[in-house]
């Protein structure tokens, strides 16, 4: 959608970090979709677009359990701007001990 981030970012409490990572490691449970409205904005005329939100439907749930299904956590997680660098120092630790034992360029079963 023109003029709209796909994500944002804030700084959390120390104390919320394990709350926050409980939220971002779960099951998808909610399936989000964008349209565009049938009326363009009345001042501008612009396209005006509409966020649409409801429960998983089973069937992209199974879709989705599929899709995943070979990655890993590590794989799954995304950062940009500031946080790429942060999000690196993460794997590469996370990953230290299991690399050190399978070599550096196994990427797991």
Known sequence: ?????????????????????????????????????????????????????????PGARIKLFHLMRPLYLDQLAMAGGKGRQLLQKIKYEALREYRAKNGWNDRRP
């Open 1 to 57: 959608m023109p003029n709209f981030r796909a994500a944002h970012q804030k700084k959390i409490e120390y104390s919320q970090f394990g709350h926050k990572l409980e939220y971002i490691v779960k099951s998808p449970r909610k399936e989000y979709s964008v349209g565009r409205r049938s009326r363009p904005d009345k001042k501008t005329g612009a396209v005006k677009f509409k966020h649409n939100k409801r429960d998983i439907r």
